[in-house]
């Protein structure tokens, strides 16, 4: 076995390990903090798999943003009496049925077709004329913009969804606790020293994306990180939810793309098609536009509804 | 075995693992997490096809790579929902489960019109 | 010279797992938090900068190895707010500890 297979192998054995610990913890602090560091296991074992944009995707969203998200949910619902557990019958019946699906995927995976059908050249034959280098980055923004202009909107609904869930009296109010972190405290001091190197690092995978792994959910969700970081320290207050520019700023994104999209029916071949040797520019304007939209949606839907009014 | 092979399988593991603590757990917030667990498991069977796939001097074939980064995307959005709507079933009823035979949980429920 | 390199990247990952090692044991048998997060500082630092260290010479230089410095400056900023916060914390919920 060689050295890669040893390391494949012990990874394999530490993920199902961790999701063991995940299912059968008792307190559910625990249960997300170790669901955290599978998140970012499940990102080595994504590079693994010679995919490293979806690693990227996975440790910011999947386990960071995820696991705050739970962290927070687990911190106000603490107290909470945990229901009886349920009847072992139960639990052998669901093992079974879920042994069987188990082991049907399984199999599906070890049967693998005989040809193997894969779109890699069509890809990569295709994506001079966009002017990109990253494959993946093609097949977001020009062969299947239309899932990525979708996506962009599912996130948008989510936010309203999250928003919808607002009490009456609360309405334009404020998300999140009120902060009495002192100005020198540790998490001030982190929210005065990581945000301008963040904001870089964001930046940079957004423009890198075009033709390395990156991309604008990747920068986003690490803008948004930044921004959660300056509030949870108290530096800055969380925008109320009926300011004019924190709901600019949130329909900027897929608006621009929209737009870009209705005009590929006047300037191209149709929706979403960009006419020929202004592709770059337009995936350009629109990564950008996607970055920022993203920070703000991804930002607002991990602080949750209004708790309070702001202060008059 | 190859390591994409390898991980195929852990992805199925993972994905059952991940629907037995979805039956199982009565915490709505296990459940989420177990939800979670199952979601990573599904997009890494996507990421064998993926790996499968590598042809043209790539590593892998970009399009189920970016199915799954978009999978990953509205699995948090469908995450950030749940939470919401536990939160608020919390603060309306006082207790987070969905029992309803389950005696009050903790503190005063809020009172909204 | 390849050789003397490759000796070089073998011996300080290794140094940098054996700290990661130390600070794991560290972590599990060690009696109270603080010593804890005593153990775990020492796998941040040392650990991940033998580490580092170890894979400077197969990175591409200089872009490839200022990014793998300013990962482990970034690790060692949030491992030493993060050890700050949970000691503050401690201190202040017993200060006898």
């Known amino acids: ?9 012990a990874l394999v054995a530490l993920l199902l390990a961790i999701a063991v610990w995940v299912v059968v913890a008792r307190a559910a602090f625990s249960a997300i903090v170790v669901f955290i560091a599978y998140g970012l296991l499940v990102a080595i074992a994504w590079v693994r798999l010679f995919a490293v944009d979806v690693a990227l995707t996975e ?42 699906i188990s082991l049907g995927l399984g199999a599906v995976i070890l049967t693998p077709p005989d040809v193997v059908v894969t779109l890699a050249p069509a890809a990569m034959a295709n994506l001079p004329p966009s002017g990109l280098g990253n ?30 869930l607002t009490p009456d009296r609360l309405w334009g109010g404020v998300p999140g606790p009120q902060v009495d972190a002192g100005p020198d405290g540790m998490l001030a001091f982190l929210a005065q020293l990581l945000p301008p190197l963040g904001i870089v690092v964001a930046v940079y995978m957004t423009w890198t994306g075009a033709d390395h792994p990156g991309g604008a959910f990747q920068g986003g969700t690490v803008l948004a990180a930044m921004w959660i970081v300056v509030i949870i320290a108290g530096l800055q207050n969380a925008p109320s939810i009926d300011q004019r520019l924190v709901r600019f700023l949130v329909v900027v994104g897929p608006a621009i793309f929209l737009g870009i999209g209705l005009a590929g029916f006047a300037l191209a071949d149709g929706f979403l098609s960009y006419p020929a040797g202004y592709a770059k520019p337009l995936i350009i304007v629109v990564e950008v536009a996607l970055t920022l939209s993203i920070g703000v949606t991804l930002g607002l839907v991990a602080l949750g509804t209004p708790q309070r009014m702001r202060r008059q | 075995m190859n390591a994409a092979t390898l991980f195929g399988i852990c992805g199925a593991a993972l994905a059952g693992l991940g629907l037995f603590g979805l039956i ?45 980064i978009t999978g990953i995307v509205v699995a948090f959005s469908a995450t950030a929902m749940a939470v919401v709507l536990l939160l608020r079933l919390f603060e309306e009823s006082g207790k987070a489960t969905l029992d309803p035979n389950e005696a009050d949980g903790a503190s005063t429920a809020e009172d909204d019109s | 010279m390849r050789l003397a390199l490759d000796i070089f990247t073998a011996l300080a990952v290794a140094g940098g797992a054996f700290f990661f090692l130390a600070g794991t044991v560290g972590l599990l048998r060690f009696p109270d938090t603080l010593t804890r997060l005593h153990a775990l500082t020492k796998a941040d630092n040392l650990g991940l900068g033998l580490v580092t260290l170890g894979l400077l010479p197969l990175v591409a230089w200089p872009l490839g190895a200022l990014k793998l410095i300013s990962v482990w400056l970034f690790v060692q900023l949030s491992g030493a707010i993060a ?3 949970i000691a503050r914390l401690v201190r202040r919920e017993d200060p006898q500890a």
């Open chain 1, 1 to 9: 076995m060689s050295m890669a297979n040893a390391f494949d192998v």
């Open chain 2, 24 to 68: 199982t757990n009565s915490e709505p917030l296990r459940k989420i997490l177990a939800f979670n667990l199952l979601g990573t498991g599904t997009f890494l069977i996507f990421g064998v096809v993926a790996r499968r796939g590598a042809a043209a001097g790539l590593g892998g074939d970009p399009v189920p790579q970016a199915l799954v």
């Open chain 3, 83 to 85: 050890t700050q916060l």
């Open chain 1, 135 to 164: 494959p993946v980055a093609g097949v977001l923004f020009v062969y299947r913009a239309f899932d990525t202009l979708l996506e962009k909107v599912v996130l948008l609904l989510a936010l309203l969804g999250v928003w919808s």
């Open chain 1, 59 to 100: 440790a910011a969203i999947g386990s960071g943003l995820t696991g705050m998200l739970l962290l927070g949910a687990a911190a106000r619902l603490r107290g909470t009496t945990a229901s009886g557990r349920c009847g072992l019958t139960l639990r052998i019946v669901a093992a079974m049925f879920c042994a069987m």
